[in-house]
Nanobody, 124 residues
Framework: QVQLVESGGRLVQAGGSLRLSCAATVRTFSTYAMGWFRQAPGNKREFVAAINWSGSNTDYAGSVKGRFTISRDNANNTVYLQMNSLKPEDTAIYYC?????????????????WGQGTQVTVSS
């Protein structure tokens, strides 16, 4: 089981930037695909971005493509989400997830390991 701790969420104005971090406690971090999901009040949890074990492949939701960038540092067991040009509709709790592949992160969410989430609020 992978333990995940997110950080970096806060209140920011529309058009601003934030970088979220997710620290993983597991010896085999570099074997996991990692992802970010988000859940706004009253909405289902939705996929945001994912990165494969080496960082050579990424995937993004259409709503964030071109604005958000996922990256990872395997030496420090950390995955990041750089969020630029933030919009009020990006307001949500952001969750980090670990899974076996980019595809399985999205399609088999019950099999993922999850963090506790970090709140991102974008004011207009």
């Amino acid at each position: 089981q992978v333990q995940l701790v997110e950080s970096g969420g806060r209140l920011v104005q529309a058009g601003g930037s934030l970088r979220l971090s997710c620290a993983a406690t597991v010896r085999t971090f570099s074997t996991y695909a990692m992802g970010w999901f988000r859940q706004a009040p009253g909405n289902k949890r939705e996929f945001v971005a994912a990165i494969n074990w080496s960082g050579s492949n990424t995937d993004y939701a259409g709503s964030v493509k071109g604005r958000f960038t996922i990256s990872r540092d395997n030496a420090n067991n950390t995955v990041y989400l750089q969020m630029n040009s933030l919009k009020p509709e990006d307001t949500a709790i952001y969750y980090c997830a670990a899974g076996h592949s980019i595809l399985l992160l999205q399609r088999s969410q019950n099999s993922n390991s999850w963090g506790q989430g970090t709140q991102v609020t974008v004011s207009s």
